[in-house]
């Protein structure tokens, strides 16, 4: 058995196989290997590269008995039985850093095209109508952002709101994180002051169903709301009732509560929920398909990033 050998279950950039084979290890590539066969190998392997094909549970992980580290090419590890794999040793490394540009650009845009309904002015023209009135637009300065959890992501969209002339603050559950960008306030402060809410949060069991209406009844303002980080953060439902009373001034969401742990189309449940066809025809809402830290740029960031990780085991 060859203990240099990385399991690869997802497809990268190149430049991710090339660094690990300059490192010394031998690359498999098994991007479409039935998970019944790939668990057979997995004792052949030090490492294992994934991102969200499927998830990393305790019975993956006893199969793949001689494995030293598992690398996503991603921001989080909630596809991975995390504690399981520490109490293996096995070392667990993420990406953060390699697309929190791509997301706070992404959040941005989500922002200002909201506010401008940029979505709503472009589908009137494609019908022949030009109608200035029926879509003038809101200014961001002036207003309150709140930010729900300021790690990577969340500290780069408070970072590229600097010269919007803007109220930043943020919660999050650990302490001192402030820098010059935003201010640390309790979660009751940004539900009394935010007037835009931007989630920026990792999905664990603490923040799975915290957008509910609990939380939105406590927002003291009606409020733009932007979730660029994990769909189950938000129950469906009741976002789509605060936007039908207008708590919600609207709505822009590159994940969705009904994504699949691999990420992968929502469109396979031929029953889907009312609330997830109120989203698509609602003209306050902007959606897109889980790709706000999918960027040419970031494809490049995330593989450096595990390489420089992985260079250090």
Known sequence: MNSKKILHVDENHPLLIKGLSDFGYK??????????????????????????????????????????????????????????????????????????????????????????????????????????????????????????????????????????????????????????????????????????LSLHVPQTRFTTGMINNEFIARMRHPFWFINTSRGKAVITEDLVKGLYSKKILGAGLDVLEYESSSFQSIFKNKKRPKAFDYLLNAENVILSPHVAGWTAESHIKLAKTILDKIKTL
């Open 27 to 196: 690359n498999i590539l098994s991007y479409h290997t039935p998970l019944d066969e790939i668990k057979k190998e997995l004792f052949k392997y030090e490492g294992l590269i994934i991102r969200s094909r499927f998830p990393i549970d305790k019975e993956i992980i006893d199969a793949a008995s001689n494995l030293k580290f598992i690398a996503r090419v991603g921001s989080g590890l909630e596809n991975i039985a995390v504690d399981y794999a520490n109490s293996k040793n096995i070392y667990l490394i993420a990406a953060p850093e390699g697309n929190r540009n791509a997301v706070g650009e992404h959040a941005i845009g989500l922002l200002l095209s909201l506010l401008n309904k940029l979505r709503l002015g472009h589908s009137s023209i494609q019908k022949g109508n030009w109608l200035r009135e029926d879509h003038r637009g809101f200014e961001l300065e002036g207003k309150t952002l709140g930010i729900i959890g300021y790690g990577n992501t969340g500290k780069n969209f408070a970072e590229k709101l600097k010269g919007f002339n803007v109220k930043v603050i943020y919660y999050d559950i650990k302490p001192n994180l402030s820098n010059k960008y935003a201010e640390q306030v309790s979660l009751k402060e940004l539900q009394e002051q935010a007037e835009v």
